[in-house]
């Protein structure tokens, strides 16, 4: 049982808190986002969501622990893809990472977990959106399991979340 956390340094890694321009300033004011050095997306269907976000506590399969203790958690922006209306939740950040942190979530079939904070809040990215920005990564299809995204594909990501859905083409 491997347990990673992020509470000893109050979140702050390397980076946190350090403003990244915004290159439309005309947009409505967006909380400064910390410095991401990459992404995780988790790939969930309608029936985990509403557990997941009710605990504040994002669940994923064994066979994904390896790839999630190879990240630096305060420097990873987590979004969540709902794979039933095709559209991704986020930003989220990682509070801590470990086996079985809330027992019994999930109905116990996605030990590897995530307790998250929401880090933004803004109204889902739906997929025509993600399309244009992950295409080399899910091609025609978001069947994907969870990833992890390069530096300019989160704030590409961000920079959506950051639009009015009024504003987004």
């Known amino acids: 049982f491997k347990r990673v956390s992020n509470q000893g340094s109050g979140g702050a ?11 439309t300033p005309w947009l409505a004011p967006f909380p400064p986002s910390p410095v991401f050095s990459c ?3 988790l790939h969930c269907s309608k029936e985990v969501i509403p557990e997941s976000l009710r605990r504040n506590l994002f669940g994923s399969l ?5 790839v999630m203790q190879k990240l630096t958690w305060s420097e990873t922006a987590i979004f969540l893809y709902d794979k039933d209306a095709r559209r991704m939740l986020g930003v989220f ?45 899910i091609m025609d299809t978001i069947e994907f399991c969870n990833m992890v995204l ?18 987004r083409k």
Request: hydrophobic share 45%; aromatic share 10%; glycine share 10%.
């Open 93 to 137: 950040t990682a509070k801590e990472v470990g086996l079985s942190l809330q027992a019994g979530a999930f109905g116990g079939r996605l030990p590897a977990q995530i307790e998250i904070m929401t880090n933004i809040q803004a109204a889902p990215i739906e997929f025509h959106f993600l399309n244009k920005i992950l295409a080399p990564l």
């Open 150 to 167: 390069k530096p300019d594909e989160v704030y590409a990501l961000l920079e959506v979340f950051k639009t009015p859905t009024w504003l």
């Open 62 to 66: 064994m066979s994904e622990w390896g």
């Open 39 to 41: 992404g995780y997306v």
């Open 13 to 23: 890694g390397p980076g946190m808190g350090r403003e990244v321009p915004h290159p």
